[in-house]
Structure formats: C-alpha cells, structure tokens
C-alpha cells in the first residue's frame, strides 16, 4: 500500500470520526431532518418572523428545526412565544413538553403539562391536547388528558372514544372495546367507532334516520342502547416572558 494511499485512508477515518462526535444527542424517536432542508427552511422562518414576529405557526416550525438538532434552550424559546402569541396552540404545547422532557427535565414537563391540561377546561380542547402529545410520541401524557377529560365529563361520548382508540392504539382490545361500547351507545352518529366495534365482532345497530313528518312510524321494536361497561379506567396574550 503506498504512503499517499495510507495518508488518505487517515484522513478519511479522521473525518467520520469527527462527525460521530455529536455532544448533543438527539432521541432516537425523533430523527433530524436533513441539514440543507433545516438550512433552507429555518432562513424562509426566520424571514417571516423578521416580518412578522407575532407568527406563532412560524415560531412553532422554527422550534421543531431547533429540537431536532438537540438545541433545547432555542426550541423552547420558540415554543413558548407561540403560545403566547396563539394558547390554543396544541401542537407548540406539546413541542414545549416534549423539548423540555428529551432536555432531562421531567419533573418540568410533568409540571407544564398539568398546567396546560387545566388550562384546557374545555373538554373539546383537553382531547385536542391529548391527541397533540399523541403526535409527539408522549402517550403517557395523552392518557393523562383523556382520562383527566373523563373526571370532568363522565358521560362524554367524545372522551371514551378518544380513550377507545387510545388503548386500540395500545393493543388493549379489552379496554378498547368498554369505551367505544359506551361512547358509541351515548352517539351512535359515529362511522369510525361503528366500524371499530364491528371489527371487534359487536353486533351494532345503525341510527333510524328521523321520522318525516306524516310519515308512517316503522312496525319495528326500538332499538336497545348498547350495555354500559360495568367498570372504567380512570384568548391571545403579548407577554414575552418565559413560562417557569
């Protein structure tokens, strides 16, 4: 093998090793997007935030650049001037959550969690957050949210089927099955929860359409609820401040 070869095949070596060297790790479970397309793309954000910084879809994407690369302190800060440009912002909610969560703070993000979670009163809102920190890959905080949902509003058809499609997800055929029984016997108006239940080998019976008026009644017996599952799992603002 020849010197210049030998000089080569060093340098080379020298090269990938130096680029193994990543003092910030970034989990596993959410890979970096190619470095050009960050490039590319965080210049166009920050462009639209140099125009228009109360953009909170603008400070979002640029959060999701800076936590793919392991930069927490950048991400964090974009999360948070989201939300307080926009609070009703789920997705930047469970972002923050998340990037303060991979940084080694759980205690933290179990903290802001909790607060967003009573924030959202509305249990509409509360499932939106739920299925948010579903797209974040945080599961155990979805469960917290849906199961928070089901204290304040027991008899919600919306909450067992987010529960119901919650423990699908899981593999959880039992559980899956006792919520979207009860939800779909408090709404039956629900395809995608008529469907599931079919699978499962449940015998449902669709909605009658509703009686027109002078219209003749049919011969046939009312339809019976499904039986109730005897037991169950448990405004914009401008301040710039950091959430504690």
């Known amino acids: 093998m020849t010197r210049k070869l030998k000089i080569t095949m060093i340098m080379a070596l020298a090269i990938w090793l130096a680029g193994c060297d990543n003092p910030q790790a970034i989990p596993p479970e959410s890979p970096a997007s190619p470095p050009l397309k960050n490039a590319a793309y965080r210049i166009m954000l920050e462009e639209q935030i140099a ?134 016997s408090l709404n039956r108006y629900q395809p995608d929860v008529a469907r599931e239940l079919g699978k499962m080998g449940v015998i449902i019976q669709a909605p009658r359409p509703k009686k027109e008026s002078g219209s003749t009644p049919p011969s046939s017996a009312p339809s019976q609820p499904l039986p109730t599952p005897t037991s169950s799992a448990a405004s914009s603002g401008n301040s710039m401040g950091r959430i504690p």
């Not at 009163?121 to 849906?146: N, P, S, V």
């Not at 529960?163 to 779909?184: H, P, T, V």
Request: charge should be neutral.
């Open 51 to 184: 125009n228009r910084y109360e953009s909170p879809q603008a400070h979002y994407e640029l959060g999701k650049i800076f936590h793919s690369e392991g930069q927490w302190n950048k991400a964090q800060f974009h999360f948070e001037v989201a939300i307080r440009f926009a609070p009703n912002h789920w997705p930047a909610k469970a972002a923050l959550v998340r990037s303060i969560k991979d940084a080694g703070n759980g205690p933290r993000a179990q903290i802001i969690a909790d607060r967003f979670m009573k924030e959202a009163t509305d249990i509409r809102d509360l499932m939106f957050l739920g299925k948010a920190f579903q797209t974040e890959m945080l599961d155990e905080y979805a469960l917290q949210c849906f199961e928070h949902g089901l204290r304040i509003a027991p008899n919600s058809a919306q909450v067992h089927r987010e529960l119901g499609f919650y423990y699908l997800q899981k593999g959880d055929q039992i559980r899956a099955e006792e919520f979207l029984r009860r939800s779909f």
